[in-house]
């Protein structure tokens, strides 16, 4: 550690109480040069998924995934494990294989880098909506996130909005365009591949005409939506997941909203208060 500076490090501990052992971490990056070798000047990729199989119990699976700096980190607890990378969308692959990693010669930590190739140049949009607690009769903050996971730049972004027929609109963060109804459009502008941007939107929720315990929905799309890979390397198919709390339970959809079923069988994973 340089002087006058500071690490910061956390010692996960499983449900006994022991520290959690061993370490395994490295960074996504575009692999710009196609070495095939994490460069550290080449830029790091946020949001890709690492899968890591305990090979010694056979039925745990640590999941995590990379930050802004292309990052990722899993501490475990056992001596063999299969490390898999699962990129953000089918526009990147990596070309590091699945890596079998092997503790029992004393090591404490092991580094895997996932340098990632382009497989088309075409930009990837995504749009998240969220909030917190809704209460009647009073204005919530909504919080809109959206990244360019794709390869290529995106011109010409912009966001649409539904809000639900119980509420008003009361203000945004960027200037908003109302198309009628319950639709705004949010002009973004540029969105460079591997970058992110939010802004925040207020809505008033009615009183007189909702109850205790209504569902009021949400909904965002961004465009341009358009999909660059043949159809041949697409089914068309479109399988999305969505939950919701209840006091007691959880409610999970998975639904397939695309033009096809999907070509493969499908797996889903829940991980429990991580």
Known sequence: VDAGTARA????????GEVYPRRIWGYFADDEDENCVFDPTENGMEGHKVVIEDLATGNTYYYTSSDSAGLYSAEVDSTQF????YPV???????????????????????????????VECPFLEVDVSTGILRRCFSTIYYVRYCNTGTAPATDVYVDIWH???????????PGNYLG??????????????DCGDFTLELYLDCDSTVLGQ???????IYPDSFCLQNG?????????????????????????????NSVPLEYVIIEDN
Request: proline share 8%; net charge negative.
């Open 82 to 85: 299969l490390v898999s990378a």
């Open 164 to 174: 639900d027929p119980y509420q008003s609109y009361v203000s945004s963060s960027i």
């Open 181 to 194: 109804g319950r639709h705004w459009r949010f002009p973004i502008g540029d969105v460079p591949f591997g």
């Open 89 to 119: 969308n089918p526009y990147w692959e990596s070309c590091q294989p699945d890596t079998l990693l092997d503790f029992s010669g004393g090591a404490d930590s092991i580094r895997v880098d996932f340098p990632l190739q382009k497989v």
């Open 233 to 261: 390397q697409w089914s068309g198919a479109n399988v999305e997941v969505n939950g919701v709390c209840h006091p007691d339970s959880v409610d999970l959809v998975i639904k397939n909203t695309g033009t096809a079923p």
């Open 9 to 16: 490090f956390i010692l996960k501990m499983d449900e006994n």
């Open 215 to 221: 569902t009021h929905c949400v909904e965002a799309h």
